[in-house]
């Protein structure tokens, strides 16, 4: 069965680049029918959307974070990964990959989480 | 932007209850909408998609309803795994999450 595994550091400054890699074992992430997904929950908070990519290369992104997200995909690794430049505590929070199923749109498996902290 | 909109935000009820969360959309999205449990410290997990289709593995006790911009998710008998907090999420245009329902033993 397919299976996510965020990994990256735990631990951000602020004005900096978090940067954060999803790995997928258990099918390749060049298969038809599925997008990746990033998603993120402040602590104590709800769920955002931060974008999701085909693995052609295509990507869409919450337009609220557009101008400071990149999302990228790796099929010889089998792997995507997410950026988020100019980070504020704000952007403390567990980051989820998911995968997005392109029928059905909803995210159907996820990674456990990994928790990021924006702080000097 | 389309928002999702739950309520309650929290619900105490018992084992055995029956369960309502509602999820309002600001505009209509047909039917694509998806409910996720969460539980502390958990990814969240679907339960239904396309607003009414029960995601396989998951028990039939769980169903949902709706289409355009009201939609409900229904749990007929509550079971102590239940207690958790409910999510919908919009895919008709980029992607969207409710705030959450916490649901707790009263």
Same mark, same amino acid.
Do not use: H
């Given at each position: 069965?397919?299976?996510?595994?965020? @990994?990256?550091?735990? %631990?951000?400054?602020?004005?900096?680049? %978090?940067?954060?890699?999803?790995?997928?074992?258990?099918?390749?992430?060049?298969?038809?029918?599925?997008?990746?997904?990033?998603?993120?929950?402040?602590?104590?908070?709800?769920?955002?959307?931060?974008?999701?990519?085909?693995?052609?290369?295509?990507?869409?992104?919450?337009?609220?974070?557009?101008?400071?997200?990149?999302?990228?995909?790796?099929?010889?690794?089998?792997?995507?990964? %997410?950026? %988020?430049?100019?980070?504020?505590?704000?952007?403390?929070?567990?980051?989820?990959?998911?995968?997005?199923?392109?029928?059905?749109?909803?995210?159907?498996?996820?990674?456990?989480?990994?928790?990021?902290?924006? @702080?000097? | 932007?389309? +928002?999702?909109?739950?309520?309650? !935000?929290?619900?105490?009820?018992?084992?055995?209850?029956?369960? $309502?969360? &509602?999820?309002?959309?600001?505009?209509?999205?047909?039917?694509?909408?998806?409910? /996720?449990?969460?539980?502390?410290?958990?990814?969240?997990?679907?339960?239904?998609?396309?607003?009414?289709?029960?995601?396989?593995?998951?028990?039939?006790?769980?169903?949902?309803?709706? !289409?355009? &911009?009201?939609?409900?998710?229904?749990?007929?008998?509550?079971?102590?795994?239940?207690?958790?907090?409910?999510?919908?999420? +919009?895919?008709?245009? /980029?992607?969207?999450?409710?705030?959450? $329902?916490?649901?707790?033993?009263?």
């Amino acid at each position: 069965q397919v299976q996510l595994q965020e @990994s990256g550091p735990g %631990l951000v400054k602020p004005s900096q680049t %978090l940067s954060l890699t999803c790995a997928v074992s258990g099918g390749s992430i060049s298969s038809g029918g599925y997008s990746w997904s990033w998603i993120r929950q402040p602590p104590g908070k709800g769920l955002e959307w931060i974008g999701y990519i085909y693995y052609s290369g295509s990507t869409y992104y919450n337009p609220s974070l557009k101008s400071r997200v990149t999302i990228s995909v790796d099929t010889s690794k089998n792997q995507f990964s %997410l950026k %988020l430049s100019s980070v504020t505590a704000a952007d403390t929070a567990v980051y989820y990959c998911a995968r997005t199923r392109v029928v059905g749109g909803a995210f159907d498996i996820w990674g456990q989480g990994t928790m990021v902290t924006v @702080s000097s | 932007d389309i +928002q999702m909109t739950q309520s309650p !935000s929290t619900l105490s009820a018992s084992v055995g209850d029956r369960v $309502t969360i &509602t999820c309002r959309a600001s505009q209509s999205i047909s039917s694509w909408l998806a409910w /996720y449990q969460q539980k502390p410290g958990k990814a969240p997990k679907l339960l239904i998609y396309k607003a009414s289709s029960l995601e396989s593995g998951v028990p039939s006790r769980f169903s949902g309803s709706g !289409s355009g &911009t009201e939609f409900t998710l229904t749990i007929s008998s509550l079971q102590p795994d239940d207690f958790a907090t409910y999510y919908c999420q +919009q895919y008709n245009r /980029y992607r969207t999450f409710g705030q959450g $329902t916490k649901v707790e033993i009263k």
